[in-house]
Structures are given as C-alpha cells and as structure tokens.
C-alpha cells in the first residue's frame, strides 16, 4: 500500500491536490496582477494559437512544395517559389509567435511567483510562536524554495507546452480526417491517448517514489542544518560521527528510493517508445499502400509522415514534462498549504492602533496553558505603573517568560486581560502593540551581517549617527571601533563570532534604537560571568531610565533596586514587595537569597583558591 504524502503542515494530498493546487494559483495570473496582467495573458494566448496555427499548416504546404517538384514529366519542373517562401514564412512566424507569446507571459508568470512567495513569507511571520518553536527551518525553507520554483515550472510548461500540445493533436487529426480518411485520424488519436494513459499509470506508481526522494532529502537536509547550526554543541560532546550516522541513514533512505525510481524510468521508456513506433509503422504503412494504389500523392505521403515526426516528438517530451509537472504539483501545494496553518494569534476585525501613553502595564485575572492539559499561569494580576521597574523571580518553569511572551502577544491569555495604558492588546494591532515594546532576551540571536546592520534593526530607518549613539549608550561603541572593519564587522551565523557579553551589548543598542516606552528584560544577564554582568546591568539601567520595566531574573541580586519584586512559582505569584520587605518576610524570595548568596560565596572561594595556586 503506497505511504500517504504529507506536507509541512502535515495535511494529506489527496486525489484532487493538482486541481486544488492549479486554483490556488490562478489567482495571482488573473486577479492580482489587475488588468495589465490580464491582457498579457489574453495576448499570449493569441499569441500561442497563432503559432499552433502556423506550426501545423507546414506540413500541408511542404507536401505541396514536394507534389510539385515530382511531376510525371521531369523536364516540366518549376520551381514553386511561392509556396517555398510560405514554408520559410510559416515556419519563422511559428517561433516567433511562440517567442512573443513568452515576452508578453513572462510579467505575469514571475510577478505570480513573487506575490506567492511573499504572500507564504508573510503568513509566515504572521503565525504563533508555538508553530516556530514546532518547526523545522531546513525543511521549511526547502519548501518554500521548491515551491516558488514549481509554479515558474508549471506557467512555463503545463500553459506553453501541455495546453499546445493538445490543441495541435486534435488540429492535426481534423486535418488528416478531412484530407484522408478517419482511420488516419484514428489510429493517430487512439495511439496518443494509449501514450498518454500509459504515462499517467506508470508514473503515478512512480511518484511515491518521488515522494519518498522528497520526504527523505528534506529530512536529510532539516537534519543537517540542525547539526552545523548546534556546531559547538557537537563539538563539546565529541558527537561528530554520531551525527555523521544520522545524516547517512537519511541519505541511505533516499539513496533506495532514487535507484528504485531511476530504474523505473526505464520501464516507463520501453513502453513509450513501444507505443510510438507500432503507430508510426501502421500509419506509414497505410499511407504506402495509398500511394501505391494512386489516392495519396508522394507529397500526401511526405505531409503524413512530417505530421506524425512533428506530433510525437514532442509526446516524448511530454512524457518528462508530465512527471516533473506531478512533482511541481505537489510543490507547490506544499508551499501553499503553509498558507493553511491556522495563524492562532490574529488582529481582531477593525482594530487599531495602540494609542501612546506613558506605559502602564496590568495584568488582570490571566490564566495561559501551552497545552489545554496543563495550566501555566493561574489568576495573575499585577500592575506595573509608568516608570516603575517590576522584577518577576522564581524557580525555572514557574511561567516567569510565559508573562513576557503573552505581553510580546506570542500567544493569547486563556482568561483575563492584558493591558496597556488601559487597552487591551487583544484590541490593538499586532504592529503597534510590538513597536511599543522593546525586549533584551537572554539568549541575543543577531542576523549573519554586520554590527551595523544588527543595531539598525531596531529602526532601519536610523541615520548612521544614531546607531553609533545607542551603541556607546550600550558601551560597545569602543569595542566596535577597535575592530578592523568597525561597524562594518561581520557577526556570523546567530552572532557567534561576538562574545555573550557583546551579543548581549548589541541587543541593548538595538533595543535603545527602537525608543520602546515599554522594556522587557528577560534573564537578560543570567548566562554572563560576574564581571560582564555589572558592565550590562549598568547599561541596562541607563537604558531603562524613565521607562516602564519588566525583569526577567534568576540571579536575585540583579533586582534588589526594583520598585517591586514578584515571587512566581508554578504558575501563581506568591510573594510581592520591595528587597528588603521580602527579606525580612522570611519566605521563599527570602530563602532563594540566602541560597544563591551561599552559591556565590562558595564560587569566590573556589576562585581564590585557583588565584592563589602556584602554577604548573
């Protein structure tokens, strides 16, 4: 039983997909690309009838070229100037109709192919959170990349070559029936229609192949961009042949279903070329026996056979371009079930803007689960006045990054409300609500480009004064200038030529860029040493004057300056105050204190010891 096929979004293709698939896309030759578009494509279309037109009156005028040159008198010969000027005419307007029709398609085809692919992009970047935590970016940008070539496949080939093809076969056998007999007609129709129902049988049995090549290239290649892209990972743990093992069974799995389909091609060959030559022997065989009999002329003859060469050359061209359209089919219906995945997190109907304010936060009654199973956040409520900083601490997984996610809007509050400056964010748009917020991550990921490049992005827009000026508000703006190329310096893939504290020092110049009213710190500093976490605190602080703040922490002594400290375990905010009101609470902040104080003590006295050792 052949194996379903599946997409990225995990929906099966069914029978229908090719026509779902040829719906989906006939939107973006007709109705986007507005009237322009649509009288390139009314004019191509003449354009190919014109030179379907021309490519099968040929033949008709070559077979009267040849009548005329084999009279019964020899010595009678004239040359039929005029009917071997219109051969050289026809043949010339049938190229260059077929080359016009491709200059004017050409807009539409590759305007179709930018809007789908800009279209997958964006419902892309529109989805939830939860979908890209899910994803596999290798096999993602597989899709969309064999997807955008599909359709720039299918335009070319199924529109210029399947749909001409067809029109010629019914031209030629009209022509044949009307001229002969219809058992020219016939048998011609009848062999083309065993050629192509052949074709269509044994390349479905092939496709699952196919599918089986895909499944496995993109798993092989999802696998081995995971792995260059956790490269130091790898390399701590001394995993390179394990990793070398799973990239070979995947490329083992593909490397048997290529041979199988391969091998297969073979098969679908013989029988086509089978199919064809018993034709051709018929038809040339009953065209003979006319001659010989005195109802077809030697240039009858000649037509017959010049049809019959003109139809199946390009029937076994066909028989490549409807395997690889089958393959194109899935493709790009691949890429356009991306557009399928539910976006989970929408802007409701008429919302608007977030209206400025001065960056009042409250969280009231918020309730969250990631899976319906598993509540992580119960009946939250807190309010963060403009100005204030709020710190959120606690054990890991207590739901501390959930809150700032479900603030960013990654995902919408099961019950309650978020508010800012008295609106919900569920009201406002997406854009708005996120060009208000600024967030430093523990984790700073920077794009493979330069330093520039990366601190700009928090407003592109930024002149080049701007950017050196948040950069020296982060100090790394003298770090920048001692590098031989400056802001011009290349970070690599995720920033990992920059160290954690320079990363760290980019997101921070990247934020002041953006001029958020609200900021969002979370654990900003906790994966930084002692040293370098006092130099980003300090920079933080500067960036947080004045502005509505939310820390994220798990080194306590990060937030003791805080306007207020809330305790969050499983999911429930337990304590709230200032420091020293929790300190002297004596409850669970209090006892998180004691134990990191423990902790840090004990480390200054391991490194004592290590300073104080001789060396060697």
């Given at each position: 039983?052949?194996?379903?096929?599946?997409?990225?979004?995990g929906?099966?293709v069914?029978?229908?997909?090719?026509?779902?698939a040829?719906?989906?896309l006939?939107?973006?030759?007709?109705?986007?690309?507005?009237?322009?578009?649509?009288?390139?494509?009314?004019v191509?279309?003449?354009?190919?009838?014109?030179?379907?037109?021309?490519?099968?009156?040929?033949?008709?005028?070559?077979?009267?070229?040849?009548?005329?040159?084999?009279?019964?008198?020899?010595?009678?010969?004239?040359?039929?100037?005029?009917?071997?000027?219109?051969?050289?005419?026809?043949?010339?307007?049938?190229i260059a109709f077929?080359?016009?029709?491709?200059?004017?398609?050409?807009?539409?085809?590759?305007?179709?192919?930018?809007?789908?692919?800009?279209?997958?992009?964006r419902?892309?970047?529109?989805?939830?959170?939860?979908?890209?935590?899910?994803?596999?970016?290798?096999?993602?940008?597989?899709a969309?990349?064999?997807?955008?070539?599909?359709?720039?496949?299918?335009?070319r080939?199924?529109?210029?070559?399947?749909?001409p093809?067809?029109?010629?076969?019914?031209?030629?056998?009209?022509?044949?029936?009307?001229l002969?007999?219809v058992?020219?007609?016939?048998?011609?129709?009848?062999?083309?229609a065993?050629?192509?129902?052949?074709?269509?049988i044994?390349?479905?049995?092939?496709l699952?192949?196919r599918r089986?090549?895909?499944?496995?290239?993109?798993?092989?290649?999802?696998?081995?961009?995971?792995?260059?892209?956790?490269y130091?990972?790898v390399?701590?743990?001394?995993?390179?042949?394990?990793?070398?093992?799973?990239?070979?069974r995947?490329?083992?799995?593909y490397?048997?279903?290529?041979?199988?389909?391969k091998?297969?091609?073979s098969?679908?060959?013989?029988?086509?070329a089978?199919?064809?030559?018993?034709a051709?022997?018929?038809?040339?065989?009953?065209?003979?026996?006319?001659?010989?009999?005195g109802?077809?002329?030697?240039?009858?003859?000649?037509?017959?056979n010049?049809?019959?060469?003109?139809?199946?050359?390009?029937l076994?061209?066909?028989?490549?371009?409807?395997?690889?359209?089958?393959?194109?089919?899935?493709?790009?219906?691949?890429?356009?079930?991306?557009?399928?995945?539910?976006?989970e997190v929408?802007?409701r109907?008429?919302?608007g803007?977030?209206?400025?304010?001065?960056?009042?936060v409250?969280?009231?009654?918020?309730s969250?689960?990631?899976?319906?199973?598993?509540?992580?956040?119960?009946?939250?409520?807190f309010?963060?006045?403009?100005g204030?900083?709020?710190?959120?601490?606690?054990?890991?997984?207590?739901?501390k990054?959930t809150?700032?996610r479900?603030?960013?809007?990654?995902?919408?509050?099961?019950?309650g409300?978020?508010l800012?400056?008295?609106?919900?964010?569920?009201?406002?748009?997406?854009?708005?609500?996120?060009?208000?917020?600024?967030?430093?991550?523990q984790?700073?990921?920077?794009?493979?480009?330069?330093?520039?490049?990366?601190?700009?992005?928090?407003?592109?827009?930024?002149?080049?004064?701007?950017?050196?000026?948040?950069?020296?508000l982060?100090?790394?703006?003298?770090?920048?200038?001692?590098?031989?190329?400056?802001?011009?310096?290349?970070?690599?893939?995720?920033?990992?030529?920059?160290?954690?504290?320079e990363?760290?020092?980019?997101?921070?110049?990247?934020?002041?860029?953006?001029?958020?009213?609200?900021?969002?710190?979370?654990?900003?500093?906790?994966?930084l040493?002692?040293?370098?976490?006092?130099?980003?605190?300090?920079?933080?602080r500067?960036?947080?004057?004045?502005?509505?703040?939310l820390?994220i922490?798990?080194?306590?002594?990060?937030?003791?300056?805080?306007d207020r400290?809330l305790?969050?375990?499983d999911?429930r905010?337990?304590?709230?105050?200032?420091?020293?009101?929790?300190?002297a609470d004596?409850g669970?902040?209090a006892?998180?204190?004691?134990?990191?104080?423990?902790?840090?003590?004990?480390?200054?006295?391991?490194e004592?010891k290590?300073?104080?050792?001789?060396?060697?």
């Amino acid at each position: 039983m052949a194996e379903p096929d599946r997409t990225l979004s995990g929906r099966r293709v069914d029978s229908g997909f090719e026509w779902q698939a040829l719906r989906t896309l006939a939107p973006y030759l007709w109705t986007y690309g507005g009237l322009q578009a649509k009288v390139r494509v009314l004019v191509a279309l003449l354009f190919l009838a014109a030179a379907k037109g021309a490519t099968v009156y040929i033949p008709v005028v070559y077979g009267q070229i040849v009548d005329r040159l084999s009279p019964e008198e020899p010595s009678a010969i004239v040359i039929p100037v005029a009917l071997i000027i219109a051969f050289g005419t026809l043949r010339i307007l049938s190229i260059a109709f077929a080359e016009l029709r491709d200059a004017v398609f050409t807009k539409v085809a590759q305007r179709a192919i930018r809007e789908a692919a800009l279209q997958t992009f964006r419902h892309l970047h529109g989805l939830a959170l939860r979908y890209h935590l899910e994803r596999q970016t290798g096999g993602l940008s597989h899709a969309i990349e064999r997807g955008t070539k599909a359709i720039d496949f299918i335009l070319r080939f199924m529109l210029f070559n399947i749909l001409p093809t067809l029109l010629e076969i019914l031209l030629v056998c009209g022509i044949l029936w009307t001229l002969f007999n219809v058992w020219y007609a016939l048998i011609t129709l009848t062999s083309i229609a065993a050629y192509i129902a052949y074709t269509m049988i044994v390349t479905e049995w092939r496709l699952k192949w196919r599918r089986e090549m895909n499944e496995t290239d993109q798993r092989a290649n999802t696998r081995a961009i995971d792995s260059l892209l956790n490269y130091e990972t790898v390399k701590y743990f001394g995993n390179e042949e394990y990793e070398a093992s799973r990239y070979d069974r995947a490329l083992k799995r593909y490397e048997r279903a290529a041979v199988i389909s391969k091998t297969s091609l073979s098969l679908l060959n013989i029988g086509q070329a089978a199919i064809v030559g018993i034709a051709i022997t018929v038809l040339v065989l009953m065209a003979a026996g006319d001659v010989t009999d005195g109802t077809m002329t030697i240039g009858e003859f000649v037509m017959v056979n010049t049809y019959l060469i003109q139809l199946y050359m390009p029937l076994n061209f066909l028989g490549f371009v409807y395997r690889e359209i089958k393959q194109a089919l899935t493709d790009m219906e691949a890429m356009f079930h991306l557009l399928d995945v539910n976006a989970e997190v929408r802007d409701r109907p008429g919302a608007g803007a977030l209206v400025p304010g001065d960056g009042a936060v409250e969280f009231r009654n918020v309730s969250f689960a990631y899976d319906s199973r598993r509540e992580v956040l119960h009946d939250v409520s807190f309010r963060v006045e403009p100005g204030q900083t709020l710190a959120l601490v606690g054990p890991s997984g207590a739901g501390k990054s959930t809150i700032g996610r479900l603030l960013y809007r990654f995902y919408d509050v099961g019950a309650g409300a978020i508010l800012i400056d008295g609106q919900d964010i569920r009201d406002v748009t997406q854009q708005s609500l996120r060009r208000a917020l600024g967030v430093v991550p523990q984790d700073a990921v920077l794009f493979n480009d330069t330093i520039r490049y990366n601190i700009a992005y928090g407003r592109p827009d930024a002149l080049p004064e701007e950017v050196e000026e948040a950069a020296r508000l982060a100090a790394i703006h003298g770090f920048v200038m001692s590098s031989p190329d400056g802001y011009e310096t290349t970070v690599g893939e995720r920033g990992l030529k920059l160290s954690g504290g320079e990363k760290q020092r980019v997101a921070i110049a990247r934020t002041i860029l953006k001029q958020p009213q609200i900021l969002l710190f979370d654990e900003a500093t906790s994966s930084l040493d002692t040293h370098t976490e006092r130099e980003i605190l300090s920079a933080l602080r500067l960036v947080s004057k004045e502005k509505t703040t939310l820390v994220i922490a798990h080194r306590l002594s990060t937030v003791i300056d805080a306007d207020r400290i809330l305790v969050v375990v499983d999911g429930r905010i337990v304590e709230s105050g200032r420091h020293a009101r929790l300190l002297a609470d004596d409850g669970i902040y209090a006892a998180m204190w004691r134990e990191q104080q423990r902790a840090a003590r004990e480390a200054e006295k391991v490194e004592a010891k290590d300073t104080a050792a001789p060396p060697g």
